[in-house]
């Protein structure tokens, strides 16, 4: 829950700080929804998950951006006993563009600090017994997306993004969301 805040503060201070648009016209927010296919210690699954993320243009061409992502959020329940497994990452990241007339082509490069936490059957069923997980992964991002310009301030962003980390740690992402340029 602190995460959200943290995100929804650090959103809310970039807009109030980019009110004049000669201030700072080079900050963006990023919001997206997408489809996460992650694997982590000999498990796997297909989730929606979801980002928001705070922009900086550094240079013509390069901009620094830091993010939260919510990874998955899943249970499962089988004859074995259940799982109920969450992951949300924050990181930095350092993106290069290429612009063109209907919209900037980025990749992305950077690192995150992946959170995972599973609560887990563990027990026969003579002795019932639950057991635990709960990590904080350092991984790698990496991203390539295309920013659509919809308007002067507004970009639909289309973006793959793949994490991989400690603990045999990996996901892919598809995601499609909105970009707003302060400015």
Same mark, same amino acid.
């Given at each position: 829950?602190?995460?959200? !805040?943290?995100?929804?503060?650090?959103?809310?201070?970039?807009?109030?700080?980019?009110? &004049?648009?000669?201030?700072?016209?080079?900050?963006?927010?990023? /919001? $997206? *929804?997408?489809? #996460?296919?992650?694997?982590?210690? @000999? =498990?796997? @699954?297909?989730? *929606?998950?979801? +980002?928001?993320?705070?922009?900086?243009? /550094?240079?013509?061409?390069?901009?620094?951006?830091?993010?939260?992502?919510?990874?998955?959020?899943?249970?499962? +329940?089988?004859? &074995?006993?259940? *799982? @109920?497994?969450? +992951?949300?990452?924050?990181?930095?990241? *350092?993106?290069?563009?290429?612009?063109?007339? $209907?919209?900037?082509?980025?990749?992305?490069?950077?690192?995150?600090?992946? @959170?995972?936490?599973?609560?887990? +059957?563990?027990?026969?069923?003579?002795?019932?017994? #639950?057991?635990?997980?709960?990590?904080? !992964?350092?991984?790698?991002?990496?991203?390539?997306?295309?920013?659509?310009?919809?308007?002067?301030?507004?970009?639909?962003?289309?973006?793959?993004?793949?994490? =991989?980390?400690?603990?045999?740690?990996? #996901?892919?992402?598809? &995601?499609?969301?909105?970009?707003?340029?302060? &400015?």
């Amino acid at each position: 829950m602190k995460q959200y !805040l943290w995100m929804a503060g650090a959103l809310l201070m970039g807009t109030l700080g980019c009110s &004049n648009a000669e201030a700072a016209p080079e900050n963006y927010g990023v /919001i $997206t *929804v997408g489809y #996460t296919d992650f694997e982590f210690n @000999d =498990g796997s @699954d297909r989730e *929606v998950a979801y +980002s928001a993320a705070y922009g900086h243009k /550094i240079h013509r061409q390069w901009y620094a951006e830091a993010g939260y992502m919510n990874l998955f959020d899943y249970t499962e +329940s089988n004859e &074995n006993g259940s *799982v @109920d497994a969450q +992951s949300e990452a924050l990181y930095l990241a *350092v993106l290069g563009k290429a612009s063109s007339t $209907t919209g900037e082509l980025f990749y992305k490069l950077g690192v995150a600090r992946v @959170d995972v936490s599973a609560t887990l +059957s563990c027990g026969t069923d003579a002795v019932p017994a #639950t057991c635990g997980y709960d990590e904080g !992964l350092a991984a790698g991002l990496v991203g390539l997306g295309f920013d659509y310009y919809v308007s002067q301030n507004a970009m639909i962003r289309l973006e793959y993004t793949y994490l =991989g980390g400690e603990d045999s740690f990996s #996901t892919n992402m598809l &995601n499609l969301g909105l970009r707003y340029n302060f &400015n």
